[in-house]
């Protein structure tokens, strides 16, 4: 069966740190991934996109990378901060162009000062 | 720019009640969708909707019946609440199912069957 798995674990990090996620999937072919960042009591905020014919993608300090062999995408933040503490959500979509997202649990990221 | 709104925010209902989640876009997007999210297992899809009068079942669709009579509204009801859907409900929006932008969320509705 389809599944995507993020480290269900929470991610405690040193203020200043490059904090890495990832995001493992099984029985996809996803056409492109997304990253989002969700608050407590508040709703995933966007932050970023990469398609499957893109190995790389940078916006101010994150960087996400997609491996389609490996199954994986990997979202650092670099220089972390505080402000940065949140739980991160990897979302895939599928070729057949319904434009479903199937979203993975998330991983909650604590930077200390 | 209200963006997607969900109504209400908090609900608690007795098992066996009925009631309508209310979700309301303004950014004419053609793509609308029901999430629920439950502790350690992120965000699941209930249905979704690629256009006005045309819905589809997501991954956790028993329990919940949807419409799409216009571009900005879809509601999510529940027809018979049971315990089982005690969780946190996200509507979101995007531009097309053939768009590979962002999903715009509203803020969520807190229900708690009891």
């Known amino acids: 069966s389809q599944k995507i798995e993020q480290n269900s674990e929470a991610l405690n990090i040193q203020e200043g740190k490059t904090a890495t996620l990832t995001c493992n999937y099984t029985?996809?072919?996803?056409?492109?991934l997304q990253w989002y960042r969700q608050d407590p009591g508040r709703g995933p905020v966007f932050l970023l996109l990469i398609r499957e014919n893109e190995k790389e993608k940078r916006k101010e300090r994150l960087k996400v990378t997609f491996d389609t062999t490996l199954k994986q995408s990997l979202f650092h933040i670099t220089a972390s901060q505080p402000a940065d503490s949140a739980t991160y959500l990897c979302?895939?979509?599928?070729?057949?162009?319904?434009?479903?997202?199937?979203f993975g649990q998330g991983t909650t990221l604590q930077v200390k000062p | 720019n209200a963006g997607v709104t969900q109504t209400p925010k908090f609900q608690v209902l007795k098992t066996g009640q009925s009631m309508t989640l209310q979700c309301a876009q303004d950014m004419n997007h053609e793509y609308m969708s029901w999430y629920r999210q439950d502790p350690g297992m992120g965000l699941r899809l209930i249905h979704y909707s690629v256009g006005a009068g045309i819905t589809d079942q997501g991954e956790v669709p028993n329990g919940y019946n949807v419409s799409r009579s216009t571009t900005e509204d879809f509601p999510l009801r529940l027809l018979s609440a049971a315990p089982s859907q005690t969780s946190v409900y996200f509507c979101a929006s995007r531009t097309s199912r053939g768009s590979t932008g962002e999903l715009f969320f509203g803020e969520g509705s807190r229900l708690t069957v009891l």
């Open positions: 979302a895939l979509a599928g070729s057949s162009n319904t434009g479903k997202l199937i």
């Open positions: 029985n996809y072919s996803p056409a492109y």
